[in-house]
Antibody, heavy 118, light 110 residues
Framework: QVQLQESGPGLVKPSETLSLTCTVSDYSITNDYYWGWIRQPPGKGLEWIGS???????YYNPSLKSRVTISLDTSKNQFSLKLTSVTAADTALYHCVRDASSAPADYWGQGTLVTVSS | QAGLTQPPSVSKDLRQTATLTCAGN????????AAWLQRHQGHPPKLLSYRNNNRPSGVSERFSASRSGNTASLTITGLQPEDEADYYCSAWDRGLNAWVFGGGTKLTVL
C-alpha cells in the first residue's frame, strides 16, 4: 500500500515561496508513475498543480507554470513543491499524489493546509 | 478554475439511483474519457473509476462510469447513506497538456 505524507509550513507570507515535501513509503518513486500535487482552496474544487517522473520530466498546470517547480530527492524517496510569489488565492489544502497516468491520482496524502497571510 | 462542467448538487432518495454528469470537450473527456473521485469531508479523495469504467480494486460495483461523446457519467445504484459526498470528474486535456477537473457535485442522499 503506497503511503504519502506532506510536510511543510502551514503559514506563508504573501509574495514569499511556498515549499512542501512529500515523503513516500512502501513504494519507490524511481519506479513507474508520475508523482504530483493537487490542491483544493477552501470551499472550492480540486486543482491539479503538476507532476514529475522519476527521470525528472515534469509537466505543470499552464495557469501556474511560471511559479511552480516540482523536484525529486530519490535518496530520501521524496518529492517537493515550490510555488513562488504566493497570494491569498494560493491558500489551500495541498495533497501530494501518485499520478496514475490514466487518472490524476490513485494514491493521496492526507493533505496539508497552507494559509497565505501576513 | 474548473475545466469540466458538473452540476453543483444532486439529491436522491435512499436506495435509488443517481447519475452524475461531467461535460467536457473533444480535447479532454472526448479524448481519453474521465476519471471519477469521491471525497468525504475531512478525507482525501478516493479514485472510483478511470478511463470511463475501470474500477480500482475495492470499489463497489454500485459505481459505474460511462461516456457519450464529450460527456462522462457516473451512476450510483442502491444509494446508501455513506454515498453522500462530493464527486469530482477529471480528464487529461491534450490541448493544455494538463489534468483538468470539474467543479464537483455534492450528492445528498435523502
Amino acid at each position: 500500500q503506497v503511503q504519502l505524507q506532506e510536510s511543510g509550513p502551514g503559514l506563508v507570507k504573501p509574495s514569499e515561496t511556498l515549499s512542501l515535501t512529500c515523503t513516500v513509503s512502501d513504494y519507490s518513486i524511481t519506479n513507474d508513475y508520475y508523482w504530483g500535487w493537487i490542491r483544493q482552496p477552501p470551499g472550492k474544487g480540486l486543482e491539479w498543480i503538476g507532476s514529475i517522473l522519476h527521470n525528472g520530466h515534469t509537466y505543470y498546470n499552464p495557469s501556474l507554470k511560471s511559479r511552480v517547480t516540482i523536484s525529486l530527492d530519490t535518496s530520501k524517496n521524496q518529492f517537493s513543491l515550490k510555488l513562488t510569489s504566493v497570494t491569498a488565492a494560493d491558500t489551500a489544502l495541498y495533497h501530494c499524489v501518485r499520478d496514475a497516468s490514466s487518472a490524476p491520482a490513485d494514491y493521496w496524502g492526507q493533505g496539508t493546509l497552507v494559509t497565505v497571510s501576513s | 478554475q474548473a475545466g469540466l462542467t458538473q452540476p453543483p448538487s444532486v439529491s436522491k432518495d435512499l436506495r435509488q439511483t443517481a447519475t452524475l454528469t461531467c461535460a467536457g470537450n473533444s480535447n479532454n473527456v472526448g479524448y481519453r474519457g474521465a476519471a471519477w473521485l469521491q471525497r468525504h469531508q475531512g478525507h482525501p479523495p478516493k479514485l472510483l473509476s478511470y478511463r470511463n469504467n475501470n474500477r480500482p480494486s475495492g470499489v463497489s460495483e454500485r459505481f459505474s462510469a460511462s461516456r457519450s461523446g464529450n460527456t462522462a457519467s457516473l451512476t450510483i445504484t442502491g444509494l446508501q447513506p455513506e454515498d453522500e459526498a462530493d464527486y469530482y470528474c477529471s480528464a487529461w486535456d491534450r490541448g493544455l497538456n494538463a489534468w483538468v477537473f470539474g467543479g464537483g457535485t455534492k450528492l445528498t442522499v435523502l
